[in-house]
């Protein structure tokens, strides 16, 4: 049975700490299909870290605007004081459908005013908010790094403090995803950092199957052990076909 | 393509212990081509430092599994080096030399420079088979006192060369641990744990060679179809995906 993937964590650019080469957007397009992807959400690495990455996230308009079933995701960075500066053109951008939250790599905590006013200013312009909690397993991350996911207790009180906001909150492993989904109904996630015997299965008993999507996160995650999760599943083919792609795509357009 | 892994643990904190349970682990093992699967037992029920009455419970429970399974699970003994030479030796006897386990599990008693090691190690030798130690990252971590970092267990390789050790964790090891490993022909280590990370698997290959690296999930901790499209998709030879996923075990298990 061939199963249409839909990728909401992928990545152009560099990662400092790995061997593997960056990640364009012709190659990452080359990945998707050797692994039935037919599409995704992209954001850029270089923009993790920096605080006013619009050059960075400009460029990853630029590359994505010609292809096709590929959307842009530019990191916003609140700790610039000036965040809105960076907001504003984006939203005012067709192409761009949601932005990305990264507090541990931009250096900033999800509790502050501003992650709250952000959240408010990008869905009432009826865009989408993704908020990444993780991007590496912090037990063996480099010694000079010391990123912390961001608690499930913040990610509860935040998504509480934007009543119209349904975020798609990625690589909760599945004990946070457990804590988070007995409080609270308003999210979606990716399975990147879930994972159990039956992964699909064991998240679907906390988290209601229509808000589980796929994420490779490549290239910091192999794209094919990812995808395998998901078409290799013991669950339905019709819950299977909803976590690969058709999930993902109805929240975008939602 | 046949696969065998040599990291699983059926049973966990009690799940799992159910005959219907052990049947539907095969069959979703099976259904990903999965032939046999190491039994590393249900190691962190008892706490870190278990006692010698609750390792003939957990052994006894893998001696179940390999009976039930009729040769699906491969088991292996859980021991604890600070109970002493005797008490390790008594029981890799009762497990190895009676009921037909293929080797001997450390997890998180002590670590693997201690030398209380000296009796884990007799034994293996004597019987032939090999030591799988728990390692994962324990830079800056004062956990490290009992918790094997990749280095020590590279380091417990070298002072034992004629005992093959399993270093559990690739993920876990990282970069850091595959250059340690370089050079120890009795190593190899095991692809299981934590998330499946780009690029490990094609510098473990290219540092280590294919035969010293080998497939292990960690189930049920991890997802079968995850770990191995781990490897089946990984930049590397054909030749090299099957010693990975099969060939490099059964050389090891005598399979």
Same mark, same amino acid.
Request: negative net charge.
């Given at each position: 049975m061939s199963i249409e993937l839909y990728d909401t964590n992928a990545w152009i650019g560099n990662w400092l700490f790995t061997p593997t080469a960056p990640q364009n957007l012709s190659s990452l397009r080359r990945r998707w299909k050797k692994h039935g992807i037919v599409g995704g959400m992209v954001s850029d690495l270089d923009a993790l870290w920096m605080v006013e990455p619009s050059t960075i996230n400009a460029r990853l308009v630029e590359v994505c605007r010609p292809a096709k079933n590929v959307i842009p995701v530019p990191i916003l960075n609140l700790l610039d004081p000036a965040w809105p500066e960076q907001l504003a053109p984006w939203l005012a951008m067709s192409e761009i459908k949601a932005v990305r939250l990264a507090p541990g790599y931009g250096g900033w905590k999800l509790n502050n005013r501003r992650a709250v006013d952000a959240a408010h200013a990008i869905t009432q312009a009826g865009r989408k908010v993704v908020l990444s909690v993780r991007l590496l397993d912090e037990r063996h991350e480099h010694p000079a790094l010391k990123v912390k996911p961001v608690p499930v207790e913040m990610v509860r009180r935040w998504i509480e403090k934007v009543?119209?906001? +349904?975020p798609l909150v990625q690589g909760l492993t599945r004990w946070e995803l457990e804590e988070l989904g007995k409080v609270c109904d308003r999210f979606l996630t990716d399975l990147s950092f879930a994972e159990w015997a039956d992964t699909i299965g064991v998240v679907s008993k906390v988290v209601d199957p229509k808000r589980i999507v796929f994420g490779s996160l490549s290239p910091l995650h192999s794209m094919a052990a990812h995808a395998n999760k998901v078409v290799a599943s013991p669950a339905s083919p019709a819950r299977r076909r909803a976590v690969a792609a058709t999930n993902a795509q109805k929240w975008l357009t939602s | 393509m046949s696969i065998i892994d040599i990291h699983t643990h059926p049973v966990f904190f009690n799940d799992g212990i159910k005959p219907a349970e052990t049947r539907l682990m095969i069959k979703h093992a099976r259904q990903q081509g999965i032939e046999h699967v190491v039994s590393l037992g249900d190691v962190l029920r008892y706490g870190r430092t278990p006692k010698s009455e609750h390792l003939r419970i957990l052994n006894d429970e893998t001696a179940g599994l390999i009976q039930r399974s009729r040769g699906f699970v491969v088991g292996f003994c859980y021991v604890n080096p600070l109970l002493g030479e005797k008490a390790v030796r008594a029981e890799v006897d009762r497990c190895v030399g009676e009921k037909g386990f293929r080797g001997i599990k450390l997890e998180l008693s002590c670590n693997a420079t201690n030398p209380? #090691? %000296?009796g884990v190690m007799? =034994?293996?030798?004597e019987h032939g088979v090999p030591v799988l130690q728990h390692s994962w990252n324990q830079l800056y971590k004062s956990s490290r006192s009992f918790h094997s970092d990749p280095e020590d267990t590279c380091a417990l =390789?070298?002072?034992?060369?004629?005992?093959r050790?399993? #270093? %559990?964790h690739l993920t876990g090891s990282g970069f850091r641990g595959v250059r340690a490993a370089r050079g120890l022909d009795n190593l190899v280590v095991d692809t299981s744990g934590g &998330?499946?990370?780009? &690029? +490990?698997?094609?510098y473990a290959v290219e540092q280590l060679g294919e035969r010293r690296v080998v497939y292990g999930s960690d189930y049920p901790i991890r997802d079968f179809p995850c770990c191995i499209n781990r490897i089946k998709g990984a930049d590397i030879s054909a030749r090299a995906k099957q010693r990975l996923l099969h060939d490099n075990a059964a050389e090891l298990l005598g399979l």
């Open positions: 009543p119209d906001m +349904l | 209380a #090691m %000296a007799h =034994a293996a030798r =390789a070298k002072e034992w060369p004629d005992v050790i399993i #270093m %559990a &998330g499946p990370e780009n &690029g +490990l698997i094609e």
